[in-house]
């Protein structure tokens, strides 16, 4: 089987999903209304989390400090005895 078929039905069956999720952003963006946070908005600041709006919610994008970083981050969950954690409390 073609491997780029599955892809394709899967980026033509979310593409209307995708299109509304990135309006919702930019809707939510330009609004004035206050952003919402998560109950775990707290947490993210302590840990360095460089928030950001997305979808009507302050959410961090990246953390700073030394353990900071997209690529730091990456590997530092695939550590052994580690676990990485994603707040999907904004869904």
């Known amino acids: 089987m073609n491997a780029v078929l599955p892809r394709t ?3 033509a069956a979310t593409a209307p999903i995708l299109k509304q ?3 919702r952003t930019l809707a939510a963006a330009a609004s004035s209304e206050p952003l919402v946070r ?3 908005y707290d947490m993210h600041k302590e840990l360095g989390g460089d928030m950001v709006p ?3 919610y302050e959410l961090p994008v990246l ?3 030394d ?3 997209v690529m730091k981050e990456h590997l530092w969950c695939r ?3 580690k676990a990485a954690m994603f707040d999907v409390s904004h869904m």
């Open 9 to 11: 039905i899967i980026r």
């Open 21 to 23: 999720q990135q309006q």
């Open 38 to 40: 998560t109950v775990l």
């Open 54 to 56: 997305f979808a009507g």
């Open 63 to 65: 953390y700073k400090g």
């Open 67 to 69: 353990a900071g970083g």
């Open 79 to 81: 550590e052994e005895g």
